[in-house]
């Protein structure tokens, strides 16, 4: 079964909001019940999806004419106390459930890492809800080391 990854187009859009609300019901439901199910199928969501197509990387999976997966990275604010010239961020990635360890999140990761270092990015990094244990697995095989702890409390 051979794997394409490609910049998304606008008409790929419908299939990465798709993706992306799986990513969100299954996040919400196992991690994290601040995560907003719908995200991706309001207009702020579909806006952030344009954004990234058109401006950003945009990437998706195919195997065949189907979009199996998909990541959406870009470039980000820096924090003004670190001294790093470019930052980027994997925003978010999913995989459908019977095409997972099939290496397809690699490749996807790896084209994120070629458009990095053709847009002079000199810093990664990749967010995920402590409790998904796969997908820290997943980054920290990817080469990506534990950086910041984010702590919250409900009041």
């Known amino acids: 079964m051979e794997v394409k990854i490609q910049f998304a187009s606008i008409e790929n859009l419908g299939d990465i909001l798709n993706l992306n609300h799986q990513l969100c019901i299954k996040e919400n439901k196992e991690f994290d019940a601040t995560i907003n199910k719908d995200y991706p199928i309001q207009k702020s969501g579909e806006e952030y999806f344009k954004e990234r197509i ?4 945009a990437l998706v999976a ?6 199996v997966g998909y990541l959406v990275g870009a470039v980000i604010e820096k924090e003004d106390y670190r001294n790093i010239s470019k930052l980027a961020e994997a925003e978010n990635m ?7 360890s ?13 458009w990095c270092k053709q847009n002079e990015v000199k810093r990664i990094r990749a967010v995920a809800s402590v409790q998904n244990i796969k997908a820290i697995a997943f980054y920290k095989k990817g ?7 984010v702590l919250e409390k409900e009041v």
């Open 62 to 67: 195919l195997i065949g004419s189907k979009v």
């Open 102 to 114: 099939l290496g397809i999140g690699k490749k996807l990761l790896d084209e994120f890492f070629k």
């Open 94 to 100: 999913f995989v459908l459930e019977e095409y997972r």
């Open 143 to 149: 080469g990506f080391l534990d950086y910041n702890l």
């Open 54 to 57: 058109k401006n950003d990387c």
